[in-house]
């Protein structure tokens, strides 16, 4: 967990003293057409870190709706329990990331 918490850390100082962040190999390989559930992610992160939720949201909505429930699963496995509880959320994560790519991916609909 500390591991993560430092790469996250470092990444996120790189950004901003560089500005140079990491690509989505989906969108690039699909030559800027699909937006994969996890685009934004990283702005969406440097934006929660920043106290900028409403930007946050603009760059990944998902992400952001979803990553309290997350956090909640990472504490229930730190102290061993809740397995069935984690599982039912797995699996609506999934679902609700699929959607997501699905809406996001209509040039109609305005989902970032």
Known sequence: MLIVAGLGLAYYIWV???GIA?????YAVSRHHIKCPGCG??????SEVQLNFA???????AFVILQPVWAVCIIMWLFDSGVRFRRVVSIISLIILLVFFMLRNIPCIPIY
Do not use: D, G, M
């Open 16 to 18: 901003t003293l560089t």
């Open 22 to 26: 990491l690509k989505c190999p989906v």
């Open 55 to 61: 930007s946050a949201a603009h760059y990944n909505i």
């Open 41 to 46: 992610v990283s702005r969406a992160c440097i």
